[in-house]
């Protein structure tokens, strides 16, 4: 098999193995999570027939929609915001959710586990930035939610994500993905989580998330092309 999705996976592997040289780190602890939020389930279907297992989706009711129709071995990731009144379905359709921007919201999230017997693992998103216009916790408020997690059973945090402001050069991410890491470092230290998984990075900057210690990278259009929605 020869096609365009195969020859842009392998660019992006090796792209992907370049960076972890660059940083020395192990490449098998950098995730690829290809997201194919507003493309079809064709399209997943091709994706995994080159192997790929997890899939990122950025809304719920897109996923409810999509998933039934992909392959059923697959396994799904939350990557967007998530509401309250949506917890329920993205508890039943989702393994991991990256998004998890406030406590209220990871209460919910505990509070739909007891009914379904599982524990979500979930990453909490942070605004290194402090952007009015993004989602996420507001740094000085990670430590407070991390204790108050501790007394949640059915979920496990476990690590950080985030998304920087949009730039025109990759570089300029750079900061905030390292900022990411270092707040990681210094809440580990305050409150006991490992917090081993860091989210970040995307189409345009991978490679320098890689660089500041990303796990989980989360590609859209350098994978499927461009969205038209
Ligand atoms: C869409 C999306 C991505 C992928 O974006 P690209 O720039 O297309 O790679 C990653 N993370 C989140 C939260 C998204 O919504």
Same mark, same amino acid.
């Given at each position: 098999?020869?096609?365009?999705?195969?020859?842009?996976?392998?660019?992006?592997?090796?792209?992907?193995?370049?960076?972890?040289?660059?940083?020395?780190?192990?490449?098998?602890?950098?995730? !690829?999570?290809?997201?194919?939020?507003?493309?079809?389930?064709?399209?997943?279907?091709?994706?995994?027939?080159? /192997? !790929?297992? $997890?899939?990122?989706?950025?809304?719920?009711?897109?996923?409810?929609?999509?998933?039934?129709?992909?392959?059923?071995?697959?396994?799904?990731?939350?990557?967007?915001?998530?509401?309250?009144?949506?917890?329920?379905?993205?508890?039943?359709?989702?393994?991991?959710?990256?998004?998890?921007?406030?406590?209220?919201?990871?209460?919910?999230?505990?509070?739909?586990?007891? @009914?379904? /017997?599982?524990?979500?693992?979930?990453?909490?998103? $942070?605004?290194?930035?402090?952007?009015?216009?993004?989602?996420?916790?507001?740094?000085?408020?990670?430590?407070?939610?991390?204790?108050?997690?501790?007394?949640?059973?059915?979920?496990?945090?476990?690590? @950080?994500?985030?998304?920087?402001?949009?730039?025109?050069?990759?570089?300029?991410?750079?900061?905030?993905?390292?900022?990411?890491?270092?707040?990681?470092?210094?809440?580990?230290?305050?409150?006991?989580?490992?917090?081993?998984?860091?989210?970040?990075?995307?189409?345009?900057?991978?490679?320098?998330?890689?660089?500041?210690?990303?796990?989980?990278?989360?590609?859209?259009? $350098?994978?499927?092309?461009?969205?038209?929605?």
């Amino acid at each position: 098999m020869n096609n365009l999705f195969e020859d842009r996976l392998s660019r992006i592997r090796e792209r992907m193995a370049k960076a972890c040289e660059r940083a020395g780190r192990n490449p098998a602890m950098v995730n !690829l999570l290809p997201v194919s939020k507003t493309h079809g389930p064709e399209l997943v279907c091709e994706a995994a027939a080159c /192997g !790929l297992t $997890v899939f990122g989706e950025n809304k719920v009711q897109e996923a409810k929609q999509k998933i039934p129709l992909c392959p059923s071995h697959l396994i799904w990731h939350l990557v967007g915001h998530l509401q309250t009144n949506k917890v329920k379905d993205a508890v039943r359709l989702f393994a991991v959710i990256h998004s998890v921007d406030s406590l209220k919201l990871l209460t919910a999230i505990d509070a739909a586990g007891e @009914l379904t /017997g599982r524990v979500m693992p979930v990453f909490l998103e $942070v605004n290194v930035a402090g952007e009015s216009s993004k989602f996420g916790l507001a740094p000085a408020d990670g430590p407070s939610v991390l204790n108050a997690a501790n007394a949640l059973k059915r979920v496990d945090v476990a690590g @950080l994500m985030t998304i920087p402001p949009i730039a025109e050069e990759p570089e300029h991410a750079r900061p905030f993905f390292k900022q990411l890491r270092e707040l990681r470092d210094q809440w580990r230290q305050e409150t006991g989580f490992a917090l081993n998984e860091l989210s970040m990075g995307m189409s345009h900057d991978f490679e320098v998330a890689i660089e500041e210690g990303a796990t989980w990278i989360r590609l859209g259009t $350098v994978l499927f092309g461009s969205r038209e929605v």
